[in-house]
């Protein structure tokens, strides 16, 4: 796929998703947010950049955090999440601007902090998204990264190659590569970033029953796009085979998934 088409496939998909997300997403993801913020630390009177911050579910705590004298600009590429984001925020130190992360609209050595939590496995150039999270960031500032452990150690993995099968091309290709060992690290020490920590975390992403497992999985996250394209007998296909798939983590109704996150926190010299 090229790149401008990875970039159509996340955006307009994301704006699919926007609405399911939070309902989807939001509890699983909270130990990725927790691990993010500690590890970032953001303090008051920052100014903080979230990168891919969806629905502001993370903005909205680093508000919290660097409190009336510091600011935070939430982008992301999807313009129905920025909408959302935005319609949602109640806190006036923060502002929602729509912005892929391979191309930052904003000027060299601003930020105190920036963080990108569980977006990099979307963007088609992370090297590109990285270098450009050094760019903005100013000296002596850090950057803080979180993403998806490695796929056998993801129990939901499967989703991808089930949809891949009823389409031309891989939805998320390298989705798994980033949680990979050293992988982060290496990229973080390659855009000039130094002083790096890695933390990693099993956790189990919980889901009520069939139905919210699969609104997570086909209308909450970045299959979205695939998925409204298939007709009646083909969704009902990739519904069986995904509930397949997470069966063994199936207790009663509910499922209790497990996950694995991966967070970086670098600094600039
Ligand atoms: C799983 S959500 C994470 C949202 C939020 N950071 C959180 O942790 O709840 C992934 C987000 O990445 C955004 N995204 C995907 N590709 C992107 C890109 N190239 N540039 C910026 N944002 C992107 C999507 O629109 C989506 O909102």
């Known amino acids: 796929m090229d790149g401008k088409l990875q970039r159509r496939v996340p955006r307009y998909g994301w704006d699919r998703a926007a609405e399911f997300y939070n309902s ?98 979307y963007v088609p150039n992370t090297t590109a998204a990285i270098a450009e999270m050094y760019r903005v960031t100013k000296p002596g500032g850090r950057a803080a990264i979180s993403v998806w452990g490695p796929r056998n150690k993801c129990g939901w993995a499967d989703l991808f190659p089930i949809v891949d099968a009823h389409v031309t091309s891989e939805v998320c290709p390298m989705f798994f590569h980033l949680g990979g060992e050293q992988v982060l690290e290496n990229a973080l020490v390659r855009a000039g970033f130094g002083y790096i920590q890695v933390d990693r975390i099993s956790t189990e992403i919980s889901f009520d029953n069939d139905n919210h497992a699969l609104e997570a999985a086909f209308l909450g996250g970045p299959v979205a796009m695939a998925y409204n394209r298939f007709d009646g007998p083909t969704r009902a296909g990739v519904h069986a085979e995904y509930l397949a798939s997470i069966s063994a983590y199936k207790y009663g109704t509910k499922y209790r998934i497990p996950g694995e996150f991966v967070t970086a926190v670098a600094t600039k010299s």
């Open 24 to 121: 989807s997403w939001q509890a699983g993801l909270l130990p990725a947010h927790d691990q993010l913020l500690s590890m970032a630390d953001p303090q008051a009177g920052q100014v903080v950049l979230d990168i891919a911050a969806g629905t502001g579910l993370v903005t909205s705590r680093l508000a919290v955090a660097v409190g009336p004298t510091g600011r935070v600009l939430g982008t992301d590429i999807s313009d129905r999440m920025v909408g959302l984001a935005t319609a949602g925020n109640d806190h006036q130190n923060v502002f929602f601007e729509r912005m892929g992360a391979e191309e930052l609209s904003v000027e060299d050595n601003v930020f105190d902090l920036s963080v990108c939590a569980l977006g990099l496995m």
